[in-house]
Every structure is written in structure tokens, then in C-alpha cells.
């Protein structure tokens, strides 16, 4: 792993070191039959995962949690690999086991936080969320906890403070935090302030991310990174599950794996980062005088750049989102306005750029950079000519 943090930041050597080494050799054969408490990451000398919570050093709770996690497999038939995973948090609430497992699935190249509650000596996997940048579970944070009384969060050994969606620090026991008022689909802010480390030698006063709300559903993690803000803005107003939809922004393009879909494991188009908003235009629909804005969503995966759409109507209408697209000279989104379904055709460039559209297809709105048309009962094929090439979009049909 060559960074503790993404974002650029440089990795401590001894926190590669020790991954290397708990990964590999004499060390990973004596523990491949029990997960480790904690993790084996360093910040400098501080511990970033150290062992917490109240059943921590109690091997039978350690036992019991290993042998469900060596029983679990991944959507898509994968196990664990024991010695590169550990046991992040152990203890109760509410007077019920809950283990919190960081599972590094080597087949799928992705890193799995596993929630397990436990009842007889014995516990179950009953949440599996997959962070498809391998080694997430490492460096991150904060780390969404959901249980049958709402969320809660577990922060790193980094985090001195953390700020729930209304600004007001929230209680932390242990490195878990009391429950937290998040709703189902709406996004909310929630802010780490880190200490000082090696790898942050001034700390970071505003570490921001994004909830996406309760609602998000396994195995798509529901926090998104958000440095500047800007996705707050972005999703104001928004449904997150409309968004988080099959035919929404962050649910419409399926991950493959090898030649096929894989629809249980999280969307190529499910966002990670550096979500913001630009408007591009105005729109008014069924001849009303008060015209609706059009926004353009971007957003990274880690499958790169997506795009999307988003119309607002004048005074308090539902806004309309189309699908994802991936980045492309000549944007292409099918908008499901409800009795007048749209293609909304964007670009960037030049003067010198020209779009052609099938003759007699009426232009709703033409300006430069933006052209509105009525969705094609069959395939239709746009053209955008620049100085270099010409790029070729098609839409419609089934």
C-alpha cells in the first residue's frame, strides 16, 4: 500500500513495514487461524487501529468472531484472508456482542468492513459493506456503524473530535459513538478533527465526509469524502435513494467482473470523492413561464470520472436525475421527466464546436454547450464536431 491516507499523503515507512510483515511469513502462519485485535498500522508510533472495546482481549468472543468471519464469503463467492484482516472493535451494546472486522478479500482486490452481533457464543456477519479502493479500512477515519437504533460511527485512534450532521461534538466511548440522528435519504455532514501525526504533522482541523443517509443498502458504503464542501451543495435538496437508484446517478452503471455484470457488489458509478455542481442552463417544460435549472453533477469512483443530470422545477417540484455518465468530450443523459421524457446534450470546448442532431428533431433548448431534446422512440445518433474530432453520442431506443 503506498499511501496511509488518500488524498497524496505520504505513508510512514513502518506502517508499510508492518503491513508487509503481517501479511507474509512466519507471522501471518501463526495467525492464519485467528483474526488479530486491532489493526497493525502505525502513524509514526501511534497505533491507528489499536484493540478496542469491552471484549477486546477476550479470546472466546475472538474465536467465536473468527469462525463467522472464515464461514462468510463476499456476493460473488470470496472468503477473507485472516491473516491481512482484524478485528477493528469488540464489545456490547445495549447489552448485545457487536465485532466490527476489517476483511481484506484478495480475490476482489476490495477491503470489507463486517459487522457481526453475537448471541450464545456464537456471532453471525449480519452487515457487509465493500470498499472497492483496497486498503480503505486501513487509513480511514471514521467508519459508518449501522444498528437497529440508528447510525453510529468508529473513529480511528487519529480522530480527537467528530461532529455530528447539526455541528455538535458526539459523545465517543471507546472509539464507537453514541447514536447519531442521521435520516434515510438525505445526505448529512459529519466532521473529524485528527491529531497531529506523521503523516499530518499540523493534524486537520476539518475532516469532512458526506452521509448518504440510513437507507444505503449493503454492500455500497454510504460516506463520501468531502474536502471542500462542495458535495453538500451539490446534494442539497436531493433524494439519496433516487440517486442510489438503478436508473439514478450513483446506482445506474453495474460493476463487471471479468465478462460479466455483478449487480450484488457496488456500482461502478457509486461516488467516493469530490462530488460538486455547475449549473448549465434553464429550462421551463409543458409551456410554463417559470423556467426550471438544469445542474450538472460530477463526481469520482474509482472507476473515474461519472457525470449526471439534474433538473430542478421553478417553486418546490421533485427534482428529476438522470443516470450516470461516464466522462466524455460529448455528454449524453436521458432525463425521465415525468410525461416528457428529455435528452440533454453537454459539451465543453470551443466556438469552433458544432452538434448535429437527426434531421427534424426539434431543439427544446440551444445554447452553446447545451441542447435539450425529446427522448428518440428509437436509437438516434448525436454528432459533435470540434477542431480535432468529431465525437459521436447515440440515445434512445431500447
Not at 497531529?196 to 493534524?203: D, K
Request: proline residues 9%; contains cysteine.
Amino acid at each position: 500500500m503506498a499511501s496511509v491516507r488518500r488524498r497524496g499523503t505520504t505513508v510512514t515507512a513502518l506502517l508499510a513495514l508492518v503491513l508487509a510483515l503481517a501479511a507474509c511469513g512466519p507471522v501471518a502462519e501463526r495467525q492464519a487461524r485467528q483474526l488479530r485485535i486491532g489493526y497493525d498500522s502505525l502513524d509514526g508510533t501511534l497505533p491507528v487501529w489499536p484493540p478496542r472495546g469491552s471484549l477486546a482481549r477476550d479470546a472466546a468472543a475472538t474465536a467465536a468472531v473468527t469462525e463467522a468471519v472464515s464461514a462468510w464469503r463476499s456476493p460473488i463467492d470470496d472468503r477473507a484472508h485472516l491473516p491481512s484482516s482484524g478485528i477493528l472493535w469488540s464489545g456490547e451494546v445495549d447489552g448485545r456482542p457487536l465485532a466490527l472486522v476489517a476483511a481484506d478479500v484478495p480475490g476482489e482486490a476490495a477491503s470489507w468492513l463486517l459487522q457481526l452481533t453475537g448471541a450464545g457464543g456464537r456471532y453471525a456477519v449480519d452487515r457487509a459493506t465493500e470498499y472497492t479502493d483496497r486498503g480503505y479500512l486501513v487509513y480511514a477515519d471514521v467508519l459508518p456503524v449501522q444498528l437497529s437504533d440508528g447510525r453510529r460511527y468508529l473513529v480511528s485512534n487519529r480522530v480527537e473530535r467528530l461532529l455530528g450532521p447539526d455541528g455538535r461534538a458526539l459523545r465517543i466511548t471507546d472509539g464507537l459513538t453514541g447514536r447519531v440522528a442521521v435520516p434515510d435519504c438525505a445526505a448529512v455532514p459529519v466532521t473529524a478533527t485528527l491529531r497531529p501525526t506523521e503523516s499530518l504533522p499540523r493534524g486537520r482541523a476539518a475532516d469532512r465526509l458526506l452521509d448518504l443517509g440510513t437507507a444505503t443498502i449493503d454492500p455500497r458504503h454510504p460516506l463520501v469524502r468531502d474536502e471542500t464542501g462542495s458535495g453538500r451543495r451539490a446534494l442539497d435538496g436531493l433524494d439519496t435513494c433516487v440517486l442510489a437508484g438503478e436508473q439514478g446517478p450513483f446506482g445506474s452503471i453495474p460493476r463487471r467482473i471479468g465478462d460479466r455484470d455483478a449487480p450484488a457488489s457496488v456500482p461502478e458509478s457509486w461516488p467516493m470523492e469530490k462530488l460538486a455542481v455547475r449549473g448549465i442552463g434553464e429550462m421551463a417544460l409543458g409551456g410554463g413561464d417559470d423556467p426550471g435549472d438544469l445542474e450538472q453533477l460530477t463526481w469520482e469512483t474509482d472507476a473515474g470520472t461519472m457525470t449526471a443530470v439534474v433538473y430542478r422545477p421553478a417553486g418546490n417540484g421533485t427534482p428529476v436525475v438522470s443516470p450516470a455518465d461516464r466522462s466524455n468530450p460529448l455528454q449524453a443523459y436521458p432525463l425521465p421527466v415525468p410525461g416528457q421524457p428529455l435528452v440533454v446534450l453537454t459539451w465543453r470546448g470551443s466556438r469552433d464546436s458544432s452538434l448535429s442532431v437527426p434531421p427534424g428533431t426539434p431543439r427544446l433548448v440551444d445554447r452553446p454547450g447545451l441542447v435539450v431534446v425529446p427522448m428518440p422512440t428509437a436509437k438516434q445518433t448525436f454528432s459533435l464536431a470540434t477542431a480535432e474530432k468529431t465525437h459521436y453520442r447515440s440515445v434512445g431506443g431500447r
